[in-house]
């Protein structure tokens, strides 16, 4: 528990990054894929099977979490770590997010927001003061400063004023985030799609200093190209010496383009929520279980995958769970897919290590490419 | 695969007896409790978690396999065995209990049974003849006869003539078993709650021959009283050299009343389905973790118990997945009712065979009564 919070970075390619994160509760590879461990589990999965898929850092939700069971609940049980039993690293974001997609009858204000839980009506207020307490309380190995997430679209100065926010916040946060070894506080640049804010945004965050800097407000509705276009951007103007976090990508080909422009670390719902509705993700295709076309296929989801989906059940099992909404059917392919998304991961840091990373991310293409052609 | 289907008798402790079973996919060590695995999964476990509980056998329910992937399917797909991945034995009931609780429309006559599907409405027909063959198409390692539950409650005349039927249909069932080395049919025993006609129903079916004999028809409503005096006065005219199966039972106090009078194999729903619901067996109580008390209680569910879910995890934890409708209480409390059960199953087995089933006996009944009196 006395390590330091460092980034080391290992090697490059191109903009690529391989490197490696040291904190409190162990060290994370990147590029590194967290599973969406939302209410205090991944859902479908046992921590040890999380674990297996090579996962080595999941991602909690302040909001649900601070609803249900309670901040101060988790605290007196001994921390997230403990309740959920993860003793790995543990990253949870700030609440604002969830707040503005989920809750009810929100107000926010400069010093916060005010809300209504979607669970139960009960009335709650988030400031950047309570965000940084709550998961101080969780013992969160990864803090997010709390910020707004600015809507996609927004005119120019709506984008503006959103980011200044959410600097004066990130600032507030940075304030009374109680240093611990081991332990990160990381910003989040905002700035919609205009890059002069997301310049000026990194460059706040830079001045107030952070452990770690996320690019957040994509992935909201701005399409694959405008969200490359910037997360390359700000990923280029971000310290070199400190992880980069793209929050909420994303689909597979998103990672793969994210990587090249040299972010670090990723977070999205896409490989457990699929799971649970009977999509598998394989090399060539993003599979539909529920399809009546694999109602009598005896081969596995992906002859390549070592996971226990793939090496004991057939694609026509899978198919009948999925069908009878049989609970192993979201087990199984949750499983699956996280899997395919840390081999990918590993995939990635492997061919950066190598420099080999543009053979590799031609294949991954020309692969999905004959998927698309040819439907498995 | 060139097993002979055998019972063998190891020890007796009063009426209870210690056994052993053996089939073409495995041995079965007795008393023993097969978990129910309705639709090709015992629900929200994996068949590595079911095997680590301990079980050696699971059940089949052919009313929804036929409907759902349908038997032929499995049959293509290389038996049930495979297409679930439990290599061990496997018991299928004969959809029989299924047409007359789930399905619609059903007529029933002399030859068999037509029902409509509680999934699609789609027409079916189950007849003596085609039962066998659709668990033979499973490759069900026991096949049950088809038979006609007699409903609770009947009159003498009805649960004589229902009893009448099922013995005839046990007659035809046997003529079209195809006997393979390892491979069992088991009969019947109805009569409701009338002994004369369970005897007469006991000579009928032992005048026939099977592998095993099967008392069904309690369970239904008759109550704990009458049920334990159905099953001691049944099991005491069925073969020694044949295991007996108690159907559908039960509770943990069931069961063991039920292997005080010489009962070898049982099946229920109750620790599958209660783990999806909340509830928790303890050597002391059944734990609703629904209840708000345990909301802050960092003990495990029980500290006897080397399962995962108490092995990793509070009671606080297991009732806020409980509370957040997360799979994952499902899946823990399912794997730990399932230990519960094989543990109880081990415990009568062991303390038969030391000739201490009393005692043990004893001593299971006084945890349970000081668990009624300080509520865990």
């Known amino acids: 528990m006395t390590a330091d919070f460092a980034f080391e970075l290992l090697a490059t390619d191109g903009t690529a990054r391989r490197g490696r994160v040291s904190t409190a509760h162990g060290t994370i590879e990147t590029p590194t894929f967290m599973p969406v461990g939302t209410a205090g589990t991944v859902k479908a999965m046992t921590p040890d099977a999380v674990r297996s898929t090579g996962a080595e850092i999941v991602l909690g939700n302040t909001y649900h979490l601070m609803l249900r069971p309670g901040a101060e609940r988790v605290a007196r049980l001994g921390g997230l770590h403990r309740f959920m039993n993860w003793p790995g690293p543990i990253l949870t974001d700030s609440g604002g997010f969830q707040v503005m997609s989920l809750s009810e009858l929100r107000k926010l204000d400069e010093d916060g927001v005010t809300f209504r839980s979607h669970i139960d009506g009960s009335h709650h207020r988030l400031t950047?003061?309570?965000?940084?307490?709550?998961?101080?309380?969780?013992?969160?190995?990864?803090?997010?400063?709390?910020?707004?997430?600015?809507?996609?679209?927004?005119?120019?100065?709506?984008?503006?004023?959103?980011?200044?926010?959410?600097?004066?916040?990130?600032?507030?946060?940075?304030?009374?985030?109680?240093?611990?070894?081991?332990?990160?506080?990381?910003?989040?640049?905002?700035?919609?799609?205009?890059?002069?804010?997301?310049?000026?945004?990194?460059?706040?965050?830079?001045?107030?200093?952070?452990?770690?800097?996320?690019?957040?407000?994509?992935?909201?509705?701005?399409?694959?190209?405008?969200?490359?276009?910037?997360?390359?951007?700000?990923?280029?103007?971000?310290?070199?010496?400190?992880?980069?976090?793209?929050?909420?990508?994303?689909?597979?080909?998103?990672?793969?383009?994210?990587?090249?422009?040299?972010?670090?670390?990723?977070?999205?719902?896409?490989?457990?929520?699929?799971?649970?509705?009977?999509?598998?993700?394989?090399?060539?295709?993003?599979?539909?279980?529920r399809n009546a076309r694999h109602a009598d296929d005896p081969r596995?989801?992906?002859?390549?995958?070592?996971?226990?989906?793939?090496?004991?059940?057939?694609?026509?099992?899978?198919?009948?769970?999925?069908?009878?909404?049989?609970?192993?059917?979201?087990?199984?392919?949750?499983w699956h897919n996280l899997v395919y998304y840390q081999d990918l991961m590993r995939g990635l840091r492997d061919a950066i290590a190598a420099g080999r990373l543009a053979p590799f991310v031609s294949d991954f293409r020309a692969a999905r490419e004959a998927g698309d052609l040819v439907p498995l």
Chains 1, 2 share one sequence.
């Open 128 to 289: 950047p003061e309570r965000a940084v307490e709550i998961q101080n309380l969780l013992d969160s190995t990864i803090t997010m400063v709390l910020d707004e997430c600015t809507p996609f679209p927004a005119t120019r100065d709506e984008a503006a004023s959103s980011m200044h926010l959410s600097m004066r916040w990130a600032e507030r946060c940075r304030a009374v985030f109680e240093a611990r070894s081991g332990y990160g506080l990381f910003g989040i640049a905002q700035g919609g799609v205009h890059e002069d804010l997301r310049d000026e945004s990194v460059d706040a965050l830079v001045g107030i200093g952070f452990e770690g800097y996320a690019i957040g407000g994509l992935a909201v509705g701005e399409g694959p190209e405008l969200q490359r276009a910037m997360a390359a951007h700000t990923a280029a103007r971000l310290p070199v010496d400190r992880p980069r976090y793209l929050m909420g990508v994303g689909r597979p080909e998103d990672i793969v383009d994210a990587v090249l422009v040299g972010i670090d670390m990723f977070d999205c719902v896409i490989p457990t929520r699929s799971g649970r509705t009977g999509q598998a993700f394989t090399r060539r295709a993003v599979l539909n279980l």
């Open 300 to 334: 596995p989801l992906d002859e390549d995958c070592a996971c226990p989906a793939c090496r004991d059940f057939s694609r026509a099992y899978l198919h009948h769970l999925v069908r009878a909404k049989e609970i192993l059917g979201s087990t199984l392919l949750t």
